[in-house]
């Protein structure tokens, strides 16, 4: 099993900057593929980034692209989402996730292959 929890959640200006993370712990936490997804009212679960185990590998949703990073701290068990640019659609609940995936890639933008969620955490950019 794998527990994750984010935090860094908040309200921010449209042009501000927040920087997500989630807390993972378990076994072999550190060896899985992880990502970051939201969740907009009465809209899908959206894929924002993935990134591989040892972190080397990236992979970005167009939306985010150049405006959102994605890494990985291993030796704190961390991952973090820094956001750039925000703006007021990137208003949503955004949550972490693990994957047993090996690769980084188109494959990492399914939901249904993430093995372990966080509960999210509240994102509202205001205009």
């Known amino acids: 099993q794998v527990q994750l929890v984010e935090s860094g959640g908040g309200l921010v200006q449209a042009g501000g900057s927040l920087r997500l993370s989630c807390a993972a712990s378990?076994?072999?936490?550190?060896?899985?593929?992880m990502g970051w997804f939201r969740q907009a009212p009465g809209e899908e679960r959206e894929f924002l980034a993935a990134?591989?185990?040892?972190?080397?590998?990236?992979y970005y949703a167009d939306s985010v692209k150049g405006r959102f990073t994605i890494s990985r701290d291993n030796a704190k068990n961390t991952l973090y989402l820094q956001m750039n640019s925000l703006k007021p659609e990137d208003t949503a609940v955004y949550y972490c996730?693990?994957?047993?995936?090996?690769?980084?890639?188109?494959?990492?933008?399914?939901?249904?292959?993430?093995?372990?969620w966080g509960q999210g955490t509240q994102v509202t950019v205001s205009s």
């Open positions: 990134i591989s185990w040892i972190g080397i590998s990236t």
């Open positions: 996730a693990a994957s047993r995936l090996t690769i980084v890639g188109v494959v990492t933008t399914n939901p249904a292959l993430y093995d372990y």
């Open positions: 378990g076994r072999t936490s550190s060896s899985y593929t």
